[in-house]
């Protein structure tokens, strides 16, 4: 079962829809242009993301099964035979948090499963697979923003909690707003609580470089998919074929950072703003960040926002770790 959140309930079509031309419009005046990349995942960006982690060359999801896989007796351990329930931010399909589930599941049937999601169609799909896979596993979702669905548990249960930020999530956020984000986390929490946190680590650039830029060219059909979106949902028109992708490791920064390059100077109107921006030949639109993290990067954000981390596991290539951190 899962609960829809009043909240959300008031973001209709037309806010969103206006809050998107706002960003694109803001996005195409700057200097450099930019697009945020929450506008990657509508449905078909949310499908091209999946097919992603099945390739080859993006290590991310594989690294992080191998070490979900093997952190269930020690997570029940932390837990101390008491009863907790699992809050998953952005839980998506759960095919992930399904392995760990497993395992914690052979230890325990002390606690319950709540992954909070923004789309309430995944949530639909992922409360029915459930039933399915761990039939025995108590679930309540919640379809809400991350932090008026924590706040809502915070009112409503005084159970530990572990909270769960899988798959390098934090990564896409820029330092300050990752800094804010995990410290209004801290804030919802009690004292004692957990969170799982999922990180990338930094490594060979050649690796990084090319699990951005994989030869199926998915990632590049992930990067155009914005401005397929800006056509259909806001009236452009971009003819996509006149832009390439482009992934690169930038050092300084420890970031894979992606970019839409326009390949001629060409006009493009955009019916919604009823304006016409132009872009120049090999100018570039700014889509993502993606930080890669040495242990002691995250230590640090863990504790310059108000955790103490507790314990690091990494997969076998050390590509990927997950930490562990205390409230
Ligand atoms: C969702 N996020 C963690 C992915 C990443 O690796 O930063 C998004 C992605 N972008 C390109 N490939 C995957």
Known sequence: ???????????????????????????????????????????????????????????????????????????????????????????????????????????????????IDISESAMADLDDSLKQSHPSLTTHGIVGDYFASIRHLENTSDRRKLVLLLGSNIGNFDFPSAKRFLHSIWKCLNHNDLLLMGFDLKKDIEVLTRAYNDKHGITRDFNLNVLTRINTELDGEFDIQRFTHHGMYNPRHGAMESYLVSLEHQEVHIGALEKTFEFNAHEAIHLELSHKYLLSDMQHLAEQTGFSVLKNWQDSQCYFADGLWQV
Do not use: W
Not at 20 to 39: E, I, N, R
Not at 84 to 105: C, H, M, N, P, W
């Open 1 to 115: 079962s899962y609960l829809v959140l009043d909240s959300l309930r008031h973001q209709t079509q037309d806010v969103l829809k206006e809050q998107f031309a706002f960003d694109v419009l803001m996005g195409f005046s700057a200097p450099s242009k930019f697009l945020p990349s929450k506008y990657f995942y509508d449905a078909t960006g949310s499908r091209l993301f999946e097919q992603i982690t099945e390739l080859e060359e993006y290590y991310p999801t594989r690294c992080e099964f191998e070490i979900l896989n093997k952190v269930g007796g020690e997570i029940a351990e932390f837990m101390q035979g008491k009863p907790f329930e699992i809050v998953e931010l952005g839980a998506g399909d759960g095919r992930k948090t399904k392995v760990l589930l497993s395992q914690l599941l052979k230890l325990t049937d002390q606690f319950s499963y709540i992954p």
